[in-house]
Structures are given as structure tokens and as C-alpha cells.
């Protein structure tokens, strides 16, 4: 079945330091779409990345990811780690590029926790 | 734009009790989902629908699970005789197109 892995359950990382969260997949589906939702604590998971074009990179606040096909991962980095980024992060895959369905299918998540 | 509502945010149901979640999605959005979240198993998929029809529940538990949407305004889901492995985040979400946006969700403990 199509499946989603995040190997870190908790990441830890100095301020000011660049950060990176894995994500592999398996799927069948032929055209994907891929996601990272961020959580903060007691709030809802939203939306932080999207692509579904190979190779291109894609960022928003600071974090880029970029899909890549050939190797099924889409991992998240940030090159400057910052107080407020600590949160649980999940990477997710939806079927079609215009992701039609809307159903995602998550990895088990990430914490990141940024400490001083 | 409020955003996906849950009510009640926590709720707390003995061993053998029914529970009723609600979800009041996005005015507009066509699709809406429920997932379950839990330290073990993160976010998993119950069941989904598009302009009100249940499209896919594959996640579902079978027997005691069910989920409705009678109207596009709203959606439950229904847990009858909940055990304590049923204690989890229940999030709601509804979507347009491509992007998902979820409740905050409803903390369901099973004493």
C-alpha cells in the first residue's frame, strides 16, 4: 500500500543552526502531490509546503523542499533553525498533481524542538 | 473565515458510552475528512466525503465507527461503546481543491 516515512520522531537543534526532516514514500499512484503540515502545540495541522513537480524546489518562511521522483523523498530543510519553529511536522502524499481527492495520506511525524 | 470547526474541543466518556463529534467545515468546501491522531500511530485516514456522498472509509473501523454528513454545513462521527484505545485527537478538515485545512480537533478520553 502507499505509505509515507518520517525515520526521526524527535529532532533537536541549536538555534541558528540549518535543520533537515526526512521523508520517503511508496506509492502507486501516478501523479502525486506532496505536502509538510506544521503543527503547533494545541493548534491545527497547516499546510507549510506543497509541490508536486519534480525537482523544483519550493519554499515558504524560511523552509524549501524539493520532490524528488527518482529517489521518492521530499525532505524539508531550513539552512537557520529558529525558536519558534519548534513544532510537529508531518509530511504528506495525495493522489493527483491537482490533488483532487484531498486525501492525504501522513508520515508519523516529526517534533522539532529548537533550544537556545 | 473561522476556519473548520470541532465541538466540543474535549470530551471525556466512560468505558461502554457513545460519543458524538461535529465538524462544521469551510463554507464552500466541497470534500470533508476525518483523521485520528495519535502519539503511535500520527494521522491516520478515517473516512471522507465529497459533496456530502461518503466517497472513501476505508479507515473506519468497522463495527463501532460511523460517520454522517446530512447536511454540507456539517458532519459527525459517531463512536458507540467507546474502549480506551479509542482515546485520540479526532480532527476534522474539508477542502476545495488541492489544499486540506483542518479542525483543531476533539480530545476524546475514554475512562
Known amino acids: 500500500g502507499d505509505s509515507v516515512t518520517q525515520t526521526e520522531g524527535l529532532v533537536t537543534v541549536t538555534e541558528g543552526l540549518p535543520v533537515k526532516l526526512n521523508c520517503t514514500y511508496q506509492?502507486?499512484?501516478?501523479?502525486?502531490?506532496f505536502f509538510w503540515y506544521v503543527q503547533y502545540l494545541n493548534e491545527a495541522p497547516q499546510v507549510l509546503l506543497k509541490?508536486?513537480?519534480?525537482?523544483k524546489r519550493t519554499e515558504h518562511q524560511g523552509f524549501h523542499a524539493t520532490l524528488h521522483k527518482s529517489s521518492s523523498s521530499f525532505h524539508l530543510q531550513k539552512s537557520s533553525a529558529q525558536l519558534s519553529d519548534s513544532a510537529l511536522y508531518y509530511c504528506?502524499?495525495?493522489?493527483?498533481?491537482?490533488?483532487?481527492?484531498?486525501?492525504?495520506?501522513f508520515g508519523l511525524g516529526t517534533t522539532l524542538q529548537v533550544q537556545p | 473565515n473561522a476556519g473548520v470547526i470541532q465541538t466540543p474541543r474535549h470530551k471525556v466518556t466512560g468505558k461502554g458510552q457513545e460519543a458524538t463529534l461535529w465538524c462544521e467545515p469551510i463554507?464552500?468546501?466541497?470534500?470533508v475528512f476525518w483523521y485520528r491522531q495519535t502519539i503511535v500511530q500520527g494521522l491516520e485516514f478515517l473516512t471522507y466525503?465529497?459533496?456530502?456522498?461518503?466517497?472513501?472509509d476505508s479507515g473506519m473501523p468497522k463495527e463501532r465507527f460511523s460517520a454522517q454528513m446530512p447536511n454540507q454545513s456539517h458532519s459527525t462521527l459517531k463512536i458507540q461503546s467507546t474502549q480506551p484505545q479509542d482515546s485520540a485527537v479526532y480532527l476534522c478538515?474539508?477542502?476545495?481543491?488541492?489544499?486540506?485545512?483542518f479542525g483543531k480537533g476533539t480530545r476524546l478520553t475514554v475512562v
Open positions: 463554507s464552500g468546501h466541497s470534500a
Open positions: 466525503f465529497r459533496n456530502q456522498a461518503p466517497i472513501d
Open positions: 504528506a502524499l495525495s493522489e493527483g498533481e491537482t490533488g483532487n481527492t484531498g486525501k492525504l495520506i
Open positions: 478538515a474539508s477542502s476545495f481543491t488541492q489544499e486540506v485545512f
Open positions: 506509492t502507486t499512484y501516478l501523479t502525486i502531490a
Open positions: 509541490s508536486s513537480t519534480d525537482n
